[in-house]
C-alpha cells in the first residue's frame, strides 16, 4: 500500500477531512428534503450505521427552507448539494450547513460564484468542486479525454476559488467509467493540495453497483488517493455506508465493527454454511465491537481460519467446534450455532 497523499486538511462542522485524518465515510439522504420529518429519520439511521458526513439535496428554495430545521435534529455535518440556481447556494449557507457541494457543470457563471464564495468565507463553509462526467460544462475542451476534461474544469473553478481568497476546498471528479475516474483522481491527485472526495457515480444497484465501487474506490485508495468515500447505490443509503466501511476494513484503513470470515461452502460441507453466515452477518451489523468472526464448513481450512479469529466455529457434521482467541472452548450442537456464536461475541 501506498504512503497516503498528502492533503490540505479541512473541518466540515466537526469533522476533519484531509490531512491525514481517517477516511471519512459519507452518503446522502434519498428522502424528498422538504419532506423534513423523513429526511431527519433517514439521516438518524446513517448515524447509526455510522456515517460521519451527510449531503442532501437542494432542489428548490422549499427544500433550502428545510435546512435549518435538519440541521437541529441530527448529529453529523450536513453538506447541502446545490445544482442550477446559485441563491440556493446562498439560502443553504444562511440555514447553517455544515458545506456545500457545487457541480462546475451548472453553476459556472464566475460572478455567480463569487456571490457564493464571499458567503461561504464569512461563515468558514467549505465547498466540495463536484465535477461529474455526466455534466461537463460546454466549454470543455472535446479533444481532451473525458478524464483530462474533468480535471481542467476542476482545476479552473479552484484557480477561480483561489482567486478569491478560499482555499476551504474539497474535489471530486466522478464518472461512471472506473478506469476514467481512476485517471482522473491519479491526475489531480499531482496538481492540487486539496483534499479528495473519492466515489463512482450512478454505481447502479447494490450487486454491481458494489463492484464497480471497490473496483473504482480501491486501487485509489491503495494508491494513497482518498480523503472521504461515498459508495453510490440504488439502494438505501445504509447500504452505502456499509459497503464504504467494507471497503476501509478490507483495506486496512479502518476498523469499524467486526469482520466476518466465511467459507463459500462446497461438496465438504456438511451443514448449510450459507445460510448460517448470512445470519451471523444480520447479527454482527447490529455489534460495534472490532472483532473478528469465522464460520467455517469442515475441517480443511476450518481449525486455521476459526483459530486465527477472535471468535470462530469450524462446523462438522452436526456439530462444531468453538475457537475463542485460538483456542478450543467447547463443542456445539448444530441446533445452537448461531446462538451460542453470538452469546461468545457480546460476551467478548
Ligand atoms: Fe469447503 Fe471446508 Fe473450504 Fe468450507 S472450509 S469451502 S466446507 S473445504
Given at each position: 500500500m501506498n504512503q497516503r497523499r498528502v492533503s490540505k486538511a479541512i473541518k466540515i462542522g466537526k469533522v476533519t477531512v484531509g490531512g491525514g485524518a481517517p477516511i471519512v465515510v459519507q452518503s446522502m439522504t434519498k428522502t424528498d428534503t422538504r419532506d423534513v420529518m423523513s429526511t431527519i429519520a433517514q439521516i438518524k439511521e446513517l448515524e447509526d450505521y455510522g456515517c460521519e458526513l451527510v449531503r442532501v439535496a437542494v432542489p428548490d428554495t422549499k427544500a433550502a427552507r428545510a435546512l435549518s430545521a435538519i440541521k437541529m435534529e441530527i448529529s453529523i455535518p450536513l453538506i447541502a448539494d446545490i445544482h442550477f440556481d446559485y441563491r440556493l447556494a446562498l439560502m443553504a449557507i444562511s440555514a447553517g450547513v455544515d458545506g456545500l457541494r457545487l457541480n462546475p457543470g451548472n453553476i459556472s457563471q464566475p460572478d455567480k460564484v463569487t456571490a457564493i464564495v464571499h458567503a461561504a468565507r464569512e461563515r468558514n463553509v467549505p465547498?466540495?468542486?463536484?465535477?461529474?462526467?455526466?455534466?461537463?460544462?460546454?466549454?470543455?475542451?472535446?479533444?481532451?479525454?473525458?478524464?483530462?476534461?474533468?480535471?481542467?474544469?476542476?482545476?479552473?473553478?479552484?484557480?477561480?476559488?483561489?482567486?478569491?481568497?478560499?482555499?476551504?476546498?474539497?474535489?471530486?471528479?466522478?464518472?461512471?467509467?472506473?478506469?476514467?475516474?481512476?485517471?482522473?483522481?491519479?491526475?489531480?491527485?499531482?496538481?492540487?493540495?486539496?483534499?479528495?472526495?473519492?466515489?463512482?457515480?450512478?454505481?447502479?444497484?447494490?450487486?454491481?453497483?458494489?463492484?464497480?465501487?471497490?473496483?473504482?474506490?480501491?486501487?485509489?485508495?491503495?494508491?494513497?488517493?482518498?480523503?472521504?468515500?461515498?459508495?453510490?447505490?440504488?439502494?438505501?443509503?445504509?447500504?452505502?455506508?456499509i459497503a464504504a466501511y467494507e471497503i476501509l476494513k478490507s483495506l486496512d484503513l479502518r476498523s469499524h465493527g467486526p469482520i466476518l470470515v466465511?467459507?463459500?461452502?462446497?461438496?465438504?460441507?456438511?451443514?448449510?454454511?450459507?445460510?448460517?453466515?448470512?445470519?451471523?452477518?444480520?447479527?454482527?451489523?447490529?455489534?460495534?465491537?472490532?472483532?473478528?468472526?469465522?464460520?467455517?464448513?469442515?475441517?480443511?481450512?476450518?481449525?486455521?481460519?476459526?483459530?486465527?479469529?477472535?471468535?470462530?466455529?469450524?462446523?462438522?457434521?452436526?456439530?462444531?467446534?468453538?475457537?475463542?482467541?485460538?483456542?478450543?472452548?467447547?463443542?456445539?450442537?448444530?441446533?445452537?450455532?448461531?446462538?451460542?456464536?453470538?452469546?461468545?461475541?457480546?460476551?467478548?
Open positions: 465547498i466540495r468542486i463536484g465535477v461529474n462526467a455526466g455534466s461537463l460544462p460546454k466549454r470543455a475542451n472535446p479533444k481532451m479525454t473525458t478524464a483530462q476534461q474533468m480535471v481542467a474544469v476542476a482545476m479552473e473553478q479552484i484557480k477561480l476559488l483561489e482567486s478569491l481568497n478560499f482555499d476551504l476546498i474539497k474535489v471530486s471528479l466522478k464518472a461512471f467509467d472506473v478506469p476514467t475516474t481512476i485517471e482522473a483522481y491519479r491526475d489531480i491527485a499531482q496538481k492540487m493540495p486539496y483534499p479528495l472526495h473519492i466515489g463512482i457515480t450512478e454505481a447502479g444497484p447494490p450487486r454491481s453497483g458494489i463492484i464497480r465501487s471497490v473496483a473504482g474506490i480501491s486501487p485509489l485508495l491503495y494508491m494513497g488517493i482518498g480523503d472521504t468515500i461515498r459508495v453510490s447505490l440504488s439502494a438505501h443509503p445504509r447500504e452505502e455506508v466465511s467459507c463459500p461452502s462446497c461438496g465438504r460441507a456438511e451443514v448449510d454454511i450459507i445460510e448460517l453466515a448470512q445470519a451471523v452477518e444480520e447479527k454482527l451489523m447490529k455489534i460495534d465491537k472490532p472483532l473478528k468472526v469465522a464460520v467455517m464448513g469442515c475441517v480443511v481450512n476450518g481449525p486455521g481460519e476459526a483459530k486465527d479469529a477472535d471468535i470462530g466455529i469450524a462446523c462438522g457434521k452436526g456439530k462444531a467446534v468453538l475457537f475463542k482467541k485460538g483456542k478450543k472452548i467447547r463443542t456445539i450442537q448444530e441446533k445452537d450455532f448461531l446462538s451460542v456464536l453470538m452469546a461468545e461475541v457480546e460476551r467478548f
